[in-house]
Nanobody, 115 residues
Framework: QVQLVESGGGLVQPGGSLRLSCAAS????????MGWYRQAPGKQRDLVAV???????NYADSVKERFTISRDNAKNTVYLQMNSLKPEDTAVYYC?????????WGQGTQVTVSS
């Protein structure tokens, strides 16, 4: 069974940084488009950033210039570096792996930005 396990979430003050990790097992992420999504209470799950198997990245406008997605295929892990965090970044962050019609999700990690 494919597993995506997120880690690195927590409580951080505005302006701070966090690095999320998504470790995959039983799937070779090198051929997948990997993404990070987030869902705040009472809101829909939205795309934050994606990285294709070829390394092309795309970001939501709200996180451009602050967040960076990257992947280490040798470690079967994808990362999300989050800088200059704002209270509105507070959400549960989910890792996603996509290939054609296949979709896999992690269980999510909570990020709370508050003073």
């Amino acid at each position: 069974q494919v597993q995506l396990v997120e880690s690195g979430g927590g409580l951080v003050q505005p302006g701070g940084s966090l690095r999320l990790s998504c470790a995959a097992s039983r799937v070779r992420i090198s051929i997948y488009t990997m993404g990070w999504y987030r869902q705040a209470p009472g809101k829909q799950r939205d795309l934050v950033a994606v990285i294709t198997s070829g390394g092309t990245t795309n970001y939501a406008d709200s996180v451009k210039e602050r967040f960076t997605i990257s992947r280490d295929n040798a470690k079967n892990t994808v990362y999300l570096q989050m800088n200059s965090l704002k209270p509105e970044d507070t959400a549960v962050y989910y890792c996603n792996a996509a290939l054609d019609t296949l979709r896999y999700w992690g269980q999510g990690t909570q990020v709370t930005v508050s003073s």
